[in-house]
Each structure stands twice: as structure tokens, then as C-alpha cells.
């Protein structure tokens, strides 16, 4: 095994943009650093970072919206690192654009990916997770857009909500065995999806926007999304199970 001595930390989406920084902290705090990406090179970069700052990581790749390829890379990454402890579901996607001019396949890919992907992810690492007891972890990242909603992303930000219900769900049902389940909502955080979002006038405009209401008059970063999780991860939050915590600037300030 590749990192036998250190907990198991599998960071989905870890190939780029908030993932990257969560593989990087969590690597930092003591884990071993499984990085699930559907793009190969972004995920073999993430794991030389790791590997370059002295931590250990193993990449595979998989679709999360692919149940048999997640399953398989979850398998993978058990015989490489060991079981996953700490279970970090950061992989989205979106495509900015109204409702009104949707279509059905375009709904069905974000939802694929952004819950159903989570749940394929969940499960696959479900039974390791529970076997660490109040060591396990999931954490999930959702988005502001889940509490306050988000001009232009209405699928996207159905399944955020989503992933925030599903979490509080499971959180109860993994209180027997001590596992706590918790959401960070990142508000717009500058990476290549918010670019992606801001490459159309209109979308340039909104991201503007969010940037003036945003209390504190900037974008958050890869690292603050990074901080939060791992507080969740660390033994400090073995408590706190069920709660959803936005690193936004005071974007938005649900109780
Ligand atoms: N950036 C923001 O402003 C913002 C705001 C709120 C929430 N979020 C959430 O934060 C998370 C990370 O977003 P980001 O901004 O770093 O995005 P990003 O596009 O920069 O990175 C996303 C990573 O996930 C991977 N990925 C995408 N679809 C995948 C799939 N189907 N299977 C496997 N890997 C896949 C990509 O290859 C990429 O490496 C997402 O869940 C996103 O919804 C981001």
C-alpha cells in the first residue's frame, strides 16, 4: 500500500479548483489523499502537488455520474492507500444559462453529476466510513445558491439543496454509529467553473453583481473553502453532525 500509515482522505472533483486545495490542506493535516477526477491530468497534477509538498496521494479516474466507475475507482483507491475515512464530495459541474432556454438532457447531466454523483461516491465509501466510527467523515460541498438560490443555475442549485436535505438525512442515520455528515457552501469562489459561468456577457454581469453583494467585495478562495473542510475532517468537529457552514464573505447569512 502506498500511504498505509495515514487515515484515507478521498476528495472527488480533487483535480482542479476547490478539490485541489482540499487535497493539498487535508494532505497537510495528516492524510493520505485519494484524488477521483474524470480528468486524468488534472488529477495526476493534484497528486504531484501533494507528493511535492511531502504528503501522499494516489489518483484515479472515474465519472461520478457513472455508478460502475465510481464504484471501481473507490476499489482502486482502497487497495492503493486503504480504506476511506474521511470522504470529501466536491465534484460539480454547472452550465449557466435560464431555465426557460433548458433542456432536459442538459438537466439530467447536472443532476447526474452534481447529486447523483454524490451519491454514488457516498455509498461506494459508505461501509469503510462507518467502520472508522467518530474518526469517519462525509463532507459535502454545496453551494450558497442551496439557501439562497442563484440567478441562472436553478438545476444546479436544486441539486445543492439536495445535497444539503440528503446530508441532514444521513447524518441521522449515521448518528448511531458517531459519523458526522456535514455541507460547506462555498459562495462564488474564483476558479475555472465561476470563470466558466462569468464567459458570457450575461453571466460576466451576474458574477459582477455577486461580487458587489457579497459584504466583504470579494471572491472567496480555493484555500477559505479548504479551511473549512478541515475543521470538519479534524477531531475538533467530532460533535458537529447535520450542519451546513457557507464560506461566502457574509453572502449569505442563513442561521
Ligand atoms: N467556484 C465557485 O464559485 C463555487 C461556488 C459554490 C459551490 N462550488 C462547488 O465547489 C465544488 C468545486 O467547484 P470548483 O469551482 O472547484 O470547480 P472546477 O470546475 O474548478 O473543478 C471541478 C473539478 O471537478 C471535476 N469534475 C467535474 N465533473 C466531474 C465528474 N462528472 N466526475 C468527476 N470529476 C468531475 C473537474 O474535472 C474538476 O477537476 C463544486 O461542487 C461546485 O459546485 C463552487
Known amino acids: 500500500m502506498e500511504g498505509s500509515a495515514r487515515a484515507v482522505a478521498?476528495?472527488?472533483?480533487?483535480?482542479?479548483?476547490?478539490?485541489?486545495?482540499?487535497?493539498?490542506?487535508?494532505?497537510?493535516?495528516?492524510?493520505?489523499?485519494?484524488?477521483l477526477d474524470r480528468d486524468r491530468a488534472g488529477a495526476d497534477a493534484t497528486a504531484a502537488a501533494v507528493a511535492a509538498a511531502g504528503g501522499c496521494a494516489a489518483a484515479v479516474t472515474a465519472d461520478v455520474a457513472d455508478q460502475q466507475q465510481v464504484i471501481r475507482a473507490f476499489a482502486d483507491l482502497k487497495?492503493?492507500?486503504?480504506?476511506?475515512?474521511?470522504?470529501?464530495?466536491?465534484?460539480?459541474?454547472?452550465?449557466f444559462g435560464l431555465f426557460a432556454d433548458g433542456d432536459a438532457a442538459t438537466w439530467a447531466r447536472i443532476v447526474a453529476v452534481n447529486y447523483l454523483g454524490m451519491l454514488h461516491c457516498?455509498?461506494?465509501?459508505?461501509?469503510?466510513?462507518?467502520?472508522?466510527?467518530n474518526a469517519g467523515r462525509i463532507i459535502s460541498i454545496g453551494s450558497d445558491a442551496a439557501r439562497v438560490g442563484s440567478f441562472?443555475?436553478?438545476?444546479?442549485?436544486?441539486?445543492?439543496?439536495?445535497?444539503?436535505?440528503f446530508s441532514k438525512s444521513l447524518a441521522r442515520e449515521l448518528a448511531r454509529a458517531r459519523?458526522?455528515?456535514n455541507v460547506v457552501c462555498?459562495?462564488?469562489?474564483?476558479?475555472?467553473?465561476?470563470?466558466?459561468?462569468?464567459?458570457?456577457?450575461?453571466?460576466a454581469r451576474i458574477v459582477a453583481g455577486l461580487t458587489d453583494a457579497?459584504?466583504?467585495r470579494r471572491l472567496g478562495t480555493p484555500e477559505e473553502i479548504a479551511a473549512a473542510v478541515a475543521f470538519f475532517a479534524s477531531p475538533a468537529a467530532g460533535f458537529i453532525t447535520g450542519q451546513v457552514?457557507?464560506?461566502?464573505?457574509g453572502l449569505t447569512m442563513a442561521g
Open 10 to 35: 478521498v476528495v472527488t472533483g480533487g483535480g482542479g479548483g476547490i478539490g485541489r486545495a482540499l487535497a493539498l490542506r487535508l494532505a497537510r493535516d495528516g492524510f493520505a489523499i485519494g484524488v
Open 79 to 95: 487497495a492503493r492507500l486503504g480504506p476511506t475515512r474521511v470522504l470529501v464530495n466536491n465534484a460539480g459541474w454547472d452550465v
Open 122 to 133: 457516498t455509498h461506494a465509501a459508505l461501509a469503510d466510513i462507518t467502520a472508522a466510527g
Open 152 to 165: 441562472g443555475e436553478s438545476v444546479y442549485a436544486g441539486c445543492k439543496a439536495a445535497i444539503v436535505a
Open 179 to 181: 459519523v458526522p455528515v
Open 186 to 203: 462555498p459562495g462564488p469562489t474564483d476558479t475555472a467553473l465561476l470563470q466558466s459561468v462569468g464567459a458570457s456577457p450575461l453571466g
Open 214 to 216: 457579497i459584504p466583504f
Open 245 to 249: 457552514l457557507s464560506v461566502s464573505g
